[in-house]
């Protein structure tokens, strides 16, 4: 998988690339086919803003932009709706397929 990190106005740090890398490893936990995840963090007004991008195969992309005065808790908080969307699409696409063939009980006659 892909995970390009840009930076507008921020100097990445090893520290903020290691954060990432953890918030990478919790989206895999869904067993969704993500492709690319495109991390955005760039500098606003009053704080720095995070956008995670995430390309998952044969869905639309989750989008989530979070903005807050510390990057740490920026990131943090991005992730925490990251995973709740890409939670919400996992039950959508668990509970919208019928059960397994390991599922089915064969019927005795």
Partial sequence: MNTPIRTKDITLTEKTREHIQKAKEQFMKYNLDITTINVLLSKVKHGVEVEFDIHIAHHAPVVISQQDADLD???DLAV???NKALRRLHDKVK???????????VQEV
Avoid: C, N, T, V
Avoid at 95 to 105: I, M, V, W
């Fill in 95 to 105: 509970s919208h397929r019928g059960p397994g063939l390991k599922d089915l009980e």
């Fill in 80 to 82: 925490e709706r990251a």
């Fill in 73 to 75: 808790a920026a990131i």
